[in-house]
Nanobody
Framework: QVQLVESGGGLVQAGGSLRLSCEASGLTFKNYAAGWFREAPGKEREFVATLRWGGESIPETIVYADSVRGRFTISRDNAKNTVYLEMNSLKPEDTAVYYC??????????????????WGQGTPVTVSS
């Protein structure tokens, strides 16, 4: 049984930082593209970042949403089968439930909602002004 378990969410002031973690069991992350999505109150779930590990001698492919590029960093630790989302310079508009995702099909190098095969349960992030 595949499980993606997120952690690291919480309450932070604007300008602060958080690091989200997503540990996988039942699948090997390096065989999948890993991604983060978020869902703000009253809004649809949206793409945040995707990371696809190319292999031992091939660079990773990483794509960010325009709204987080330069502030958020996605990374993975294959040994821990874990994906991270480092979030810096947080803004109130980053407030949302953040979901970890995994899939094998990418469109323009990114995971899309319809192509996600596995979802985590979500971790809430609240940024106060």
């Amino acid at each position: 049984q595949v499980q993606l378990v997120e952690s690291g969410g919480g309450l932070v002031q604007a300008g602060g930082s958080l690091r989200l973690s997503c540990e996988a069991s039942g699948l090997t992350f390096k065989n999948y593209a890993a991604g983060w999505f978020r869902e703000a109150p009253g809004k649809e779930r949206e793409f945040v970042a995707t990371l696809r590990w190319g292999g031992e001698s091939i660079p990773e492919t990483i794509v960010y949403a325009d709204s987080v590029r330069g502030r958020f960093t996605i990374s993975r630790d294959n040994a821990k089968n874990t994906v991270y989302l480092e979030m810096n310079s947080l803004k109130p508009e980053d407030t949302a439930v953040y979901y970890c995702a995994a899939g094998t099909q990418l469109i323009n190098s990114r995971l899309t909602l319809k192509k996600v095969q596995y979802w985590g349960q979500g971790t809430p992030v609240t940024v106060s002004s």
